[in-house]
């Protein structure tokens, strides 16, 4: 019966170091499954802006029953791999998670008729004055360590400019759920979870900017 | 074999419970419906800041480390609280906008209240809005009296938004955060690189929690 139990035990401790979800992966196209309430007779320019990223890294992996000479031969080798492929083993919210999310966005405005036609810039001098300016700025994105899952913070803001009007602004802090130890969900799903609530966000903000007045 | 079995059990449950710190709590979309609320904002008395050791080091590291660091902390001991106690005005001014009833508490709390019932007997408002900071200064791995790479620029708050008529707590989040130093941080007296670092730190901490409160609105 002890034997049972320790054997339990070290399972248990095994089971938890192996949940670590592979790094270098990046999400789907998002979808919004609700009808926007809103149709604008303007054309939409979308512009995006990218702030602070802070990405974790996986931490090393050990076997400390190797010896002192098996560890210095795993320690260089971790070296090596990471040295060869930084990716698979840093975890961020970065450009290229960005360049989905606005991409989601903007075919979403497109299929539901949002506005008279949705395009992105890359430059928000190139959004002519009679076209609505939106732009969404990743001010901060946070990934945090291999405790939280690598659970994913963003901090975002919403600018939408129309012609003279005072602009509307709204900010928007979201964090992907499910940030246990026990957690199994990959680092995929964690951005999807995010990112699928911050297009939520963002669209009740164009939704309210549309109904004050815009 | 018995002592060895309840220390092993006790390790392992210590090992799931140091993943379960509290959540963060969203502020849910009713509370901006209630224009008639009044709510009152307290700070929590700051720590002296200083550096915080972080990783595989035990007592006597700890104090072989701080001797190691001792003009550091005592640079870190006179850091500006100033920032932590303009927090509320932060606030009170986002809240007054939004036609909330703010009302600043004078007295600075000794710590975190444990009981908010007797908040209620103590402040006299229905909501009360506790800021703290947790820790401030910098942070730096060690691996017993080793450090591992360079410190950084640490700071922590948080912030709860309480029914004291109910106890229950409408919103909580946790910012802690660390920025990393950009060129060389051992630079006494002043230690320019490492205060931009803790600056940075402060500036992404309140925004986080302002941010978090007002998500939306």
């Known amino acids: 019966m002890k034997k049972v139990y320790y054997l339990f035990l070290c399972s248990m401790m095994l089971t938890l170091a192996a949940c670590t979800p592979p790094a270098q992966q990046v999400m789907p196209p998002l979808t919004y499954s609700n009808q926007i309430a809103f149709h604008d007779s303007q054309k939409a320019d979308l512009y995006w802006q990218t702030g602070s990223q802070v990405s974790s890294e996986a931490p090393p992996t050990q076997d400390y029953n190797d010896g002192i000479g098996g560890m210095i031969i795993n320690s260089v080798v971790n070296n090596e791999m990471r040295s060869a492929h930084p990716g698979d083993f840093t975890y961020t919210y970065g450009k290229a998670q960005q360049a989905v999310f606005m991409t989601s966005l903007k075919n979403t405005l497109v299929e539901q008729h949002a506005f008279k036609d949705v395009e992105l810039i890359t430059d928000p001098k190139a959004a002519k004055p009679q076209d609505v300016l939106i732009t969404v700025n990743f001010k901060e994105t946070r990934v945090l360590g291999h405790e939280k899952n690598y659970q994913i913070i963003l901090d975002t803001e919403l600018t939408i400019k129309n012609g003279n009007k005072p602009p509307f602004k709204r900010t928007y802090l979201v964090e992907s759920k499910d940030s246990s130890v026990f957690s199994t969900k990959s680092f995929k799903d964690q951005q999807t979870d995010v990112s699928q609530q911050l297009l939520n966000k963002v669209i009740a903000g164009m939704t309210q900017w549309y109904t004050q007045g815009h | ?217």
């Open chain 2, 1 to 217: 074999m018995k002592i060895f079995a309840k220390l092993f059990s006790l390790f392992f449950i210590g090992f799931i419970l140091t993943g379960c710190a509290p959540s963060n709590v969203p502020l849910p979309d009713s509370f901006w419906q209630d224009n008639k609320q009044s709510i009152t904002i307290v700070t929590v008395k700051a720590p002296t800041p200083g550096l915080s050791q972080e990783g595989m080091l035990g007592v006597l590291n700890y104090a072989i480390n701080s001797g190691i660091n001792s003009d550091l902390d005592k640079y870190l001991a006179q850091a500006d609280l100033a920032w932590y106690n303009a927090l509320p005005n932060d606030f009170a001014t986002k809240m007054r906008k939004h036609d909330i009833n703010v009302k600043i508490y004078g007295n600075k709390l000794a710590s975190s209240p444990s009981n908010y019932a007797s908040l209620k007997g103590q402040i006299n408002t229905d909501k009360v809005l506790i800021l703290r900071l947790v820790g401030y200064g910098a942070e730096r791995q060690y691996n017993g009296s080793i450090p591992m790479g360079k410190p950084k620029g640490y700071c922590e708050l948080t912030g709860d938004l309480v029914d004291l008529n109910t106890n229950k707590v409408l919103w909580h989040y946790n910012a802690s955060i660390s920025e990393p130093i950009n060129g060389e941080w051992d630079q006494p007296p002043a230690y320019p690189n490492l205060t931009a670092a803790m600056k940075q730190a402060v500036a992404v901490a309140q925004d986080e929690l302002l941010d978090s409160f007002f998500s939306g609105n």
